[in-house]
Structures are given as structure tokens and as C-alpha cells.
């Protein structure tokens, strides 16, 4: 994407159609400020926001990025501000219409000679971080969870010099649920397939209560369940765990059986080596929150670009949040690979207008009130921000939420926009890395996977310089392009993967915690 940038007040406007522009300053542009030889400002515009290029009449269409993100509610005079307040949201794109799998793919040369160095599992699959993973049957034993990681990171995990780290993967989730409702499949197999997130090196360990609908033996029903005893013979290869085993005698047993089962897993993966992988065994997640008006041009383009490097090396990317993906489908639907992968991105898009509609909302809800602070209007100008992280690759796949990555390429993982609930499903799909993009800053990361932050403005990434690992909005001022970030940012992914760099807020211990999607009933 390429866009233009007028020399001495930066107002950016992305395409030749476009009769907006976003301001670039930092603390905005002042009334009276002349930004082309036509157009002055008539009213202080803050950074990020809009100026309008022509005179807009009431009903007149606003145009941003090549395409109509809303109509004028009221005249706006040329250099006025263009805001939420005066663009009324345009319908979404019908998808009974739209055509499928009708871009022929250009031709790409392969990317050869890159690699990271990852852990390799017996299932072929590559781990970017060395965890033991603690999984829960129900949110009962959460607190118990959270004691034994404490103890085990002071009692035990000094002791294993080659595994990072050891989380609970606690959830709201287990009882007290509809567990037989369809909608019920969502969360149930999102918690059976994060256990099986390759950075966990396939050792399965889970802590139920006892009494719970979801039992902890249907987290891992693909393989043996061992439920460990608390017996001098206990099973060395014990995978589940239940508080109410009624051989256990107080809180201080339970604790000592965790611990033993743990040490068991610890052993395992500290025999666990980085060794070279190619980037085809990667499998990055993609995600923006906190976005504002230059992530569109400088942040997501530049991520767009990287994904673009990892598939023509033969990688995994992903690209979610479908919320933030609806009003710009039009976009995407004719890069599917097939009509079917076409019909499947129609498929959860009318899903979830099912699912908001339900609960009485649909997708004015979204942006938030910080995205309206950087200068997103409705959720159409976000949408078609936020797709552009998905490169120009084809789209190969489309998954369902808490589903796990069937093909190499570009997939289209369906989540809602969320930040946790986003980042939990694609710890699903089976990411072992995620970059994440904020024009707002957000200290949003992930125990289990690493995940670099890149900012979209300057002003966010000089100002939350501890915290970002790559400022994409030297795009803005015109100090890089679009591709030398994309190239940055991609051998940033190698070095991460490779453990050769740590990302900001691992440095800082700074994590969230898993969110279900759950859309079933509870009861």
C-alpha cells in the first residue's frame, strides 16, 4: 500500500479516492493551518483524526481508504473535522453477493534460507517457548492452581534450566454450564486444544476438582488417561488430577501431589533442546487492539507485509477478530483459495450477526471509546485498517473458534475481536508466536507464547518505550516504509522464536489471563 503525504504538516491520505486525510502531527494541527494549496484547516484537528479533503454535504459518502466508511449526518466544510459525531455507519456488505475465490493469485517467488530455533515436538509440531502448562477442568481449583505454580516456580523449576516457565491455564469455565448445549463445543475444545499448544511440548497435565460436568478426562480424550494415585507407586506418566480423590488427606496432600506429578512433566521437557527449524514451522498470530487511525497505514501494512514473508517461506499466519472483519469481507472473499474456503468466511460471518443479534447488539458496539480517541470513526474504517494484517497472501483455510490450524499459509481463525478472548483462541489454533498492534498501547501479553508489540505512531512507541518492541509509525513521518518494517519486524519473529530476544513485556512479567469464548447457555 502506498499512500500520500503532503511534505510539511503530514496529513496522510491512503488512496488517490480518498477525499479524508488523517493528521500525523503529534498534539495535532491548529485552525488555520494550511495543509494543501486548497485546503486549510477550519477547526483544530487532534493526531490521528480526520480533515476533511472536500466540501461534504449531508449525505454525502466519506471515503477512506478507496472505500465508503459512512455518509455526512450534517454539511462538513472543507478543512473541517471529520469525526464519529458527523459519519453515520453505512449498512455492512451482503453476503448473499459477494464473490468467491475470483482473484488469481500473482505469482510469488518462495522464501528460502530463513530459520529460528525452536523446540521440536514428537508430533512434528515447534515450540517457540519450553512451558509447563497446568490445564483446569473448572474454575473451582483455579486458586489451588495459582498456590502450586507459585510453589513449583520456587521449589522446583530452579532445578530445570531448560524449561522457561510453568502457568495454569485457568479459566471462568466447567460447571454450571449447559456442557451439552451445541454452542457448548467452543469452550470445550478450546481448552482441549491449548493443551496442545506446541510451546507446552505435548505434556498434558490437568488439575480437576472431582464433581465438575467437564471432566478432566475429556481435555485429553485423544490420548491415555492417567489419573495420578496417591500411593508410593504412584503412575510416573500421570496426567490428571482430582482434588476429591479421597486418598488425599487435607490441602497440604493435594499440594504434595501436584507437586510430584508436576516434577514428572519438568523432567520431560527439560531434556527438551532449541534446535534449527525452518520458518515453515512457525505459526503466528496476528492481532490489533487499542487501535487507532494510522494503524491501518502504518502498523497492520507493515505486519501485512511480514505475513506475506512467512507464507512465501512456507509458514502458518493467522488473522482473526471477526467483528473486525465483517465490513470489509468484500475484501477478502475473492482471495480464497476455493468458492468453499470462500463460503466459510460467509459462513462465521453470518454466524456471529446471528450471535450479536441474540444478544440484543450488533457491530455499532465496536470501536471503543479509546479507538475514537485515535481517530476511528465507526467499526468500517477500523475493519479496513485491521485487515490489512493479513497481507495479500491467499486466503488457504478458514477455522471455527477454539479450532485447531489444519493448513500451512494464510487462515482466517474466527474469534471475537477481544483482545483475551482473541489471544486465548488462537493459543487454540496452535500459535507459537503473535504480533500484536496498538495505537492506543495496551500491556496485553501472553505467559504461554510470546508476543511482540508493535506501536502504529511514534508518539506511542517514545512514550511507552519499555513497553513496545517495534514503532511502526516511522511509517507515518516518513523515516522508513512499509516494507522496511515488514522486513524488521519479520526477522524480529525469528529472533523471539528463537529465544535470541525477549519480548518487552516478558521482561516485565506482565500477563493476562485466558479468557473462554463461551456461547453457550449457563445454567
Not at 515453515?280 to 507485509?305: E, K
Not at 475514537?372 to 475493519?383: F, P, R, T
Request: with cysteine; net charge negative.
Amino acid at each position: 500500500m502506498k499512500f500520500n503525504q503532503t511534505p510539511k504538516t503530514h496529513v496522510i491520505k491512503v488512496h488517490p479516492d480518498d477525499n479524508v486525510a488523517i493528521v500525523v502531527e503529534a498534539g495535532g494541527l491548529s485552525e488555520g493551518t494550511r495543509i494543501t494549496d486548497d485546503v486549510v484547516l477550519v477547526a483544530a484537528i487532534p493526531q490521528g483524526h480526520k480533515v476533511a479533503l472536500t466540501e461534504l454535504a449531508e449525505g454525502d459518502t466519506v471515503v477512506r481508504y478507496g472505500e465508503v466508511i459512512g455518509t455526512a449526518t450534517c454539511a462538513i466544510p472543507k478543512g473541517g473535522h471529520v469525526n464519529e459525531t458527523n459519519v453515520r455507519l453505512p449498512t455492512p456488505p451482503p453476503l448473499d453477493s459477494l464473490p468467491l475465490a475470483t482473484r488469481k493469485a500473482a505469482p510469488v517467488e518462495p522464501l528460502e534460507g530463513y530459520t529460528f530455533e525452536g523446540f521440536r515436538n514428537p508430533d512434528g509440531s515447534v515450540g517457540t517457548k519450553n512451558v509447563l502448562g497446568i490445564s483446569t477442568s473448572v474454575q473451582c481449583v483455579a486458586g489451588t492452581v495459582e498456590h502450586v505454580v507459585q510453589r513449583i516456580k520456587r521449589e522446583l523449576l530452579p532445578r530445570f534450566p531448560n524449561v522457561d516457565d510453568v502457568v495454569g491455564l485457568n479459566h471462568a469455565y466447567g460447571c454450571g454450564v449447559a456442557i451439552n448445549a451445541p454452542a457448548a463445543i467452543v469452550p470445550i475444545r478450546t481448552l482441549k486444544n491449548i493443551a496442545l499448544n506446541p510451546n507446552f511440548g505435548n505434556e498434558v497435565m490437568v488439575i480437576g476438582l472431582g464433581c465438575e460436568k467437564l471432566q478432566p478426562s475429556t481435555l485429553i480424550d485423544d490420548r491415555p488417561v492417567k489419573i495420578y494415585e496417591n500411593t508410593e507407586a504412584a503412575n510416573p506418566d500421570a496426567n490428571v488430577l482430582s482434588l476429591q480423590n479421597e486418598s488425599f488427606q487435607g490441602f497440604g496432600d493435594m499440594i504434595d501431589g501436584i507437586l510430584a506429578m508436576a516434577e514428572r512433566h519438568l523432567e520431560r521437557l527439560n531434556r527438551r533442546r532449541r534446535e534449527t527449524c525452518p520458518v515453515s514451522d512457525l505459526v503466528v498470530g496476528t492481532q490489533c487492539g487499542g487501535s487507532d487511525a494510522f494503524s491501518g497505514v502504518t502498523a497492520n501494512p507493515a505486519v501485512g507485509f511480514a505475513a506475506d514473508l512467512i507464507v512465501r517461506a512456507g509458514g502458518s499466519v493467522m488473522f482473526s477478530e471477526v467483528t473486525e472483519v465483517r465490513d470489509a469481507i468484500h475484501l477478502l472473499t475473492p482471495r480464497a483459495v476455493t468458492p468453499e474456503v470462500g463460503q466459510a468466511l460467509l459462513d462465521q460471518m453470518a454466524w456471529y450477526d446471528d450471535y450479536l443479534s441474540l444478544g440484543q447488539a450488533d457491530r455499532s458496539a465496536n470501536p471503543s471509546p479509546g479507538n475514537k480517541k485515535g481517530g476511528l470513526s465507526n467499526v468500517v474504517e477500523k475493519a479496513l485498517g485491521s485487515v490489512i494484517k493479513s497481507g495479500n497472501s491467499p486466503i488457504a483455510d478458514v477455522i471455527g473458534p477454539g479450532e485447531r490450524l489444519r493448513s500451512k499459509g494464510l487462515t482466517f481463525a474466527a474469534t471475537p475481536a477481544s483482545d483475551f478472548v482473541c489471544g486465548t483462541l488462537q493459543l487454540a489454533a496452535g500459535m507459537n508466536l503473535q504480533v500484536f498492534t496498538t495505537g492506543r498501547g495496551t500491556p496485553y501479553n501472553l505467559s504461554m507464547a510470546p508476543v511482540i508489540k508493535v506501536s502504529s505512531n511514534s508518539t506511542l512507541g517514545q512514550r511507552w518505550h519499555d513497553l513496545i518492541d517495534l514503532d511502526a509509525g516511522r511509517i507515518a513521518t516518513g523515516e522508513a516504509s512499509i516494507e522496511d518494517i515488514g522486513w524488521e519486524l519479520f526477522h524480529l519473529i525469528l529472533d523471539v522464536a528463537s529465544g535470541r530476544k525477549q519480548v518487552a513485556a516478558d521482561r516485565l512479567g506482565l500477563y493476562n489471563d485466558l479468557v473462554l469464548f463461551n456461547p453457550a447457555p449457563v445454567t
